[in-house]
């Protein structure tokens, strides 16, 4: 059985961005925009209200990845993630 690690470089997309971020997983959608500078800190005063707009809506992570080819040749495969949210 093959095991591929899909930790590490994925990309954030959400409706109308004109590029994808990139971003880490494991990860989620408010650390990415606090990284490049998209969203304010909403630990901060009253910051929690400003960003809810953000938060409410919905993000799409992608990654491409490349089976080998011992892993091609099976007739099924089984993708896992654990801890999704």
């Known amino acids: 059985m093959d095991i591929l690690d899909l930790c590490g470089s994925w990309e954030l997309h959400w409706e109308g961005c ?18 490049h500078g998209l969203m304010p ?6 910051n ?6 953000l938060l409410d809506r919905d993000y799409t992570f992608s990654r491409t990845f490349y089976l080998s080819a011992e892993a091609l040749r099976h007739t099924h495969g089984e993708l896992c993630f654990r801890g999704l949210d």
Not at 41 to 46: E, V
Not at 48 to 53: D, L, M
Request: charged residues 15%.
């Open 48 to 53: 929690e209200t400003k960003v809810q707009q």
């Open 18 to 35: 004109a590029s994808p971020l990139p971003c880490t997983v494991p990860g989620s959608a408010a650390s990415t925009l606090l990284a």
């Open 41 to 46: 800190d909403p630990y901060w005063r009253d």
